[in-house]
């Protein structure tokens, strides 16, 4: 098998054969898939095998892979000049875009990742509001920053442990660590640390726990919980930013964050990120302010260019009443097949989103998340990947539809579940 090769010949050169840790396989065994090129809703692999992929580069590949019009903007962006480390046009147009889009967004930033967005506002919040420690939750991902890599500690008023080698204890002590979905456990810690406390970080819909909803109510007691003791509020929407409408899931509901990080989608599959909010805020950024951050690529012709494309089309489309749909059948049907099969699974689904815990369900937050089965998931895997199906290579991932995806897709899955259930 080529991808079998291929990962022997990868594991001598890079650590443990893989550039991000979740394509390792380690979470359902066996051997890495090596893809070599995708359109629409499907993936050719090194082995020559076509796959129907639900995992779509972990959320920016919305309208599916290779979108011709997407495609062509990076060929003549690319033409034009890869990158210029000086201004460009589209930079502002971008900018002009989402903050038409986002309400919420008075004025953005354009960095490089997710990551680098999220390490962007964490330093504007203890900037501007002159405070050290950050609130996230347990299971909630913003990335590698080290601030972020952190787990919860004895005690909810302790900070957070190290979930890394190489995060020092001194910068997991600025990070508390709460449930999410638990508004009393935020209630209790502001209670004892308010005056610390910068920011609140959270993903509003959670992708990294698997797919987990906020409770009704949940994020509006954040923003109320901020305001009332002087932080910030920063929504994580790199994976839900136009992944459930033409803007954020913040701007969706009615509660307004102060800074917004944004990744995946607004790059239209090429990398990038940005960080926004209100004007205020954004202005205490270098150079207007006296908060850091810079980036010889940020703002990269080739990648502003694919996300303009993706957000008009997605403006202009509006497919998302139409993933919703697709989404709803496709996790109906699957927890139709466990119970058939005497399998017990919640199928946890949100917009386009999705994720099959192997467990009684529902799934509120990390904790309960853990209770899932994750042999049963592995082998769940492996039996829809043989089928032709490849999902995220874990448990605790959200997966996608995309525009792409058709109802013979939908039908598929449906029908390559029963028969992967119906063999465990």
């Known amino acids: 098998m080529e991808s079998a090769k291929l990962f022997d010949r990868a594991k001598k050169v890079i650590p443990g054969g893989v550039n991000s840790p979740v394509r390792a396989f380690n979470y359902v065994g066996g051997t890495p898939v090596y893809m070599v090129s995708g359109t629409g809703s499907k993936v050719t692999t090194a082995d020559g095998a076509t796959l129907t992929d639900y995992c779509g580069s972990w959320g920016p590949l919305i309208l599916g892979h290779s979108r011709p019009e ?13 990158s210029f480390g000086a201004c460009t046009p589209r930079e502002v147009t971008m900018a002009e875009l989402i903050c038409e889009l986002v309400p919420s967004i008075e004025m953005v ?34 990335g590698h920053t ?7 500690g004895s005690g909810l008023l302790t900070g957070g442990i190290s979930s890394s080698a190489g995060v020092s204890a001194g910068t997991s002590a600025e990070t508390f660590v709460v449930p999410y979905n638990d508004l009393n456990a935020v209630a209790a810690l502001f209670k004892s640390h308010g005056k610390d406390i910068a920011a609140i970080i959270v993903e509003p ?23 009332k003791n002087g932080a910030l509020l920063i929504f994580d929407e790199v994976i839900t930013g136009f992944r459930l409408a033409s803007t954020t899931y913040g701007n969706i509901i009615g509660v307004t964050p102060d800074l917004t990080c944004l990744g995946k989608i607004i790059g239209g599959g090429m990398p990038i990120g940005a ?18 951050q810079a980036g010889t690529l940020s703002g990269n012709p080739v990648a502003v260019a ?14 998302y009443a139409g993933m919703t749909e697709k989404c709803n059948r496709l996790a109906d049907g699957l927890q139709a097949a466990a119970k058939t099969a005497g399998v017990s699974l919640c199928c946890s689904r949100f917009g386009g989103m999705f994720t099959p815990f192997f467990c009684t369900g529902p799934v509120n937050n990390l904790a309960e998340a853990k209770h899932a089965d994750t042999k049963a998931h592995a082998a769940f895997f492996h039996g829809m990947l043989k089928a032709g199906v490849y999902l995220p290579p874990a448990q605790f991932e959200a997966a996608f539809v995309s525009a792409a995806h058709s109802d013979a897709d ?15």
């Not at 960080?275 to 850091?292: E, F, N, S």
């Not at 694919?306 to 497919?319: C, Q, R, S, T, Y």
């Open 410 to 424: 939908i039908d598929d899955f449906i029908k390559s579940a029963q028969a992967a259930l119906i063999s465990q």
């Open 70 to 82: 997407v495609v062509e903007a990076i060929r003549a962006a690319a033409l034009e000049g890869t």
């Open 205 to 227: 819909v959670v992708g990294n726990m698997g797919l987990v909803v906020p409770a009704d109510g949940y994020l509006k007691g954040l923003r109320d919980i901020a305001t």
């Open 146 to 152: 080290d601030s972020m890599l952190v787990s919860a």
């Open 306 to 319: 694919a996300g303009l494309v993706m957000l008009n089309i997605l403006k202009k489309e509006n497919p």
């Open 109 to 142: 930033r354009l960095v490089n990742s997710g990551t680098e967005a999220v390490m962007t506002a964490l330093r504007l919040a203890r900037g501007y509001t002159g405070r050290s420690k950050i609130l996230k939750f347990d299971g909630c991902y913003h």
């Open 275 to 292: 960080v926004g909010g209100k004007g205020d805020i954004m202005r205490q950024l270098a150079p207007l302010g006296k908060v850091y």
